[in-house]
Every structure is written in C-alpha cells, then in structure tokens.
C-alpha cells in the first residue's frame, strides 16, 4: 500500500537538500554492453502513468534498450505485475507513489535522468480524489516542479492533439493549462501531442467493435463530416523514447497523428466492413446522446463508465492540427497506417464463423449481414 510506504518515507529526513542531490547515486547512468535488454543504456527513467495504456509499451521499448526504469504505482501491486516482465534483472525498479504527496515523487525521480509524464483520464469519478483537472493540471506541475528541484535533465509531458485554452472541450482546455503550467515549472520540457491513440486495449476500436452487437451504428449528427488522424500506440512509445535518447528534442512540441485523414462516417464504416457487419447508421444528435446515454451510466457506473460524455466527444470531435508543428516524421518514425492493425484488435468482435477471414478476402464475403 502506498500509505504504508509514505509513512515511512515521513519518518526519514529529508533529501531534498543540493548537498544530498549533488552526491546521489546515479550508476546506471553510465552505458555500457552491446544493445538490447541485458545492456545499459545510461538512461535512468521514471514513466509516470506506466500502467495505463500507452505507459506499458513506452515500458517495454525502454526495457529492449537497456534503460533503468523507475515505476511509480498508486494501486495494488498486481496492477504493475505485466510490467516485470518487460527489463532485466535489476532494471525496473517499483516504488509507491501518490499524485498529491510531494515526498513520494520525490522518491521516484530522485536518481533519474528523465521522466516521462503519461498521467491523465478522460473522465471524473463520483467521491473521487483526482478531478481531470487535477490530474491533468496541477499533478502534471507538481511532477516537472519537483523533477527540476531534483535534478532531473529531460523531462517529456504527453498532452493531447488539439489541446487549446480557446477549445470547445473542457478536456482539450485542461491539457492546455497543463502544458502551460509544466513549461513554467520545466522550461526545457518536451510535449507531444497525440491524436486518437489506438491499440488492442484503446477506447476507440473496442468502442466500435462493442457497438456492433448493437446491429447499428451511432453516430454523433453533427459530428459525422469530422476528420480524424488516428495513431498508433506503438509509434506513440516510439516517440517517447526517441525523446529520451535525442538532446535535441528539448524545449519542443511535437504533434503525433497517423499517415492518413479519415472522415468519421467513413472510418466507421470501414471499422464495420473489418468486422464484417451491416453497416446501419443513426445520426443521433449530441445532446440527446450525451445526455440520455453517456450521462446515466455515468453515475451508475461510476467505477469505470462504458463510455462518459467527455469521451464521447473525444471519439467524434475533429483532429485539429496546429500547423507548421513537427511530428512524427520529424523524429524519424514512419506513421503506422490504420489498415495494418484494425483487423488485429477487432477480430475478437466477429462472429465466430467469419474470425479467420483475412483482409484481403474481406471484400469477397458474401452475405455478411447473415452473420449480425
């Protein structure tokens, strides 16, 4: 519990002395061995947020290049136990941390040389202690405050693509006020901004291929002419770590979307022709989905909502790209297309008679609809 362990940290003194930072021990900062998980890289990283969806393949990539991970956890052990597996002997390094107390992060960054910011949500719990924009606000100052004051050299903040202090959502003003504040505290910090984050464990593809049980397609009517640049989780943690291993990428912004723009009708209905569903459209307006669907099991459903009106709008609201932004290209990371892997995550949605059908037989199937 990481009660028990903030109670002990309390009854220690202080480190947070120049003397004491001055000295720390920071041996894994020196690389050495040939490359790969049994090496050193000289990287010493904490990822904040490992648990989450993007933290445990930013973990992994880290892990295959010989870096020291440091993971903070804020929930039972089991919840880290997937991660383990992922470094050497030696190399991942679990401590306790909570977002509120400044002593426990100050564990967790003290002997490293970079830390990775990947804390957020996209919904706020009934009773809960962390509002978004506690999390997404004043934890990630609290984070690039204290890595400063603990020496840290590299301190990497991802936000969101589209995120504004003018923007209509109130999750795309929170990150913006968090990227403001985590500059103030970090000057030199780096931020990526990523689009849509797919993957076998996202909201967005399992959010489609759950609703084609349904036998219709909702859709947002205001919201289906909305152009969307989804992104892969993967080039996402590659992103991360060409941070970490390129000085140069300092003190900028870099904007991470994938090679193609869709239109949000459009991408659906291909996700539908993936799964091989009849594609039945219903344009329901915002409000009333908003409010007559998400809203309810917001509140009944208050642990973790199948689907919460903030993202919601994060499905259907549009990319915006700010422009003349570096992205991934600039970091020399080819974007992944959506075609190479929507199929890998919404297989597990088909009907058990089409499963196997690869993609390039998928426009042969005939009478799909006999399998909704």
């Given at each position: 519990c990481w009660r028990r362990a903030v109670a002990i940290t309390q009854s220690r003194p202080s480190l947070?002395?120049?003397?004491?930072?001055?000295?720390?021990?920071?041996?894994?900062?020196?690389?050495?061995?040939?490359?790969?998980?049994?090496?050193?890289?000289?990287?010493?990283?904490?990822?904040?947020?490992?648990?989450?969806?993007?933290?445990?393949?930013?973990?992994?990539?880290?892990?295959?290049?010989?870096?020291?991970?440091?993971?903070?956890?804020?929930?039972?052990?089991?919840?880290?136990?997937?991660?383990?597996?992922?470094?050497?002997?030696?190399?991942?390094?679990?401590?306790?941390?909570?977002?509120?107390?400044?002593?426990?992060?100050?564990?967790?960054?003290?002997?490293?040389?970079?830390?990775?910011?990947?804390?957020?949500?996209?919904?706020?719990?009934?009773?809960?202690?962390?509002?978004?924009?506690?999390?997404?606000?004043?934890?990630?100052?609290?984070?690039?405050?204290?890595?400063?004051?603990?020496?840290?050299?590299?301190?990497?903040?991802?936000?969101?693509?589209?995120?504004?202090?003018?923007?209509?959502?109130?999750?795309?003003?929170?990150?913006?006020?968090?990227?403001?504040?985590?500059?103030?505290?970090?000057?030199?910090?780096?931020?990526?901004?990523?689009?849509?984050?797919?993957?076998?464990?996202?909201?967005?593809?399992?959010?489609?291929?759950?609703?084609?049980?349904?036998?219709?397609?909702?859709?947002?009517?205001?919201?289906?002419?909305?152009?969307?640049?989804p992104v892969y989780v993967v080039d996402v943690a590659k992103a991360a770590v060409q941070c970490v291993e390129d000085p140069s990428t300092a003190g900028q912004t870099y904007e991470l979307f994938g090679p193609k723009t869709y239109k949000m009708e459009e991408l659906v209905h291909y996700l539908f022709r993936i799964l091989l569903r009849r594609f039945v459209p219903v344009r329901i307006p915002e409000k009333l989905y908003l409010n007559v669907y998400c809203a309810p099991t917001e509140f009944v459903l208050s642990r973790r909502p199948f689907t919460t009106r903030n993202e919601a709008q994060l499905i259907y609201y549009p990319n915006v790209r700010a422009p003349g932004m570096p992205g991934l290209l600039d970091l020399g990371i080819t974007p992944t297309p959506l075609e190479e892997y929507a199929l890998y995550t919404l297989r597990r949605y088909r009907h058990h008679q089409t499963v196997d059908v690869p993609m390039d037989e998928v426009e042969r199937v005939d009478g799909a609809e006999k399998f909704i």
């Open positions: 947070r002395t120049p003397a004491k930072m001055a000295t720390a021990s920071r041996l894994a900062a020196f690389p050495k061995g040939k490359g790969g998980r049994s090496s050193v890289s000289g990287h010493v990283v904490t990822v904040f947020g490992c648990t989450g969806f993007i933290g445990k393949y930013v973990v992994n990539r880290l892990g295959r290049c010989g870096s020291q991970v440091v993971l903070p956890y804020r929930q039972d052990q089991t919840a880290t136990r997937h991660l383990r597996v992922m470094g050497d002997l030696g190399q991942l390094i679990f401590t306790p941390f909570h977002l509120q107390h400044e002593e426990s992060i100050y564990n967790a960054v003290k002997h490293s040389t970079v830390v990775i910011n990947l804390c957020g949500r996209n919904f706020s719990r009934r009773l809960s202690q962390f509002s978004q924009r506690d999390v997404h606000v004043d934890g990630a100052e609290r984070l690039a405050r204290i890595s400063r004051e603990a020496g840290v050299e590299r301190f990497i903040h991802v936000s969101t693509l589209g995120a504004s202090q003018s923007g209509d959502l109130q999750f795309h003003i929170d990150k913006a006020d968090g990227e403001e504040a985590v500059r103030k505290a970090f000057p030199s910090a780096t931020i990526l901004r990523p689009s849509n984050v797919l993957g076998p464990e996202d909201r967005f593809l399992n959010f489609f291929g759950h609703r084609a049980y349904w036998k219709i397609s909702p859709l947002l009517k205001e919201q289906c002419g909305a152009t969307k640049m």
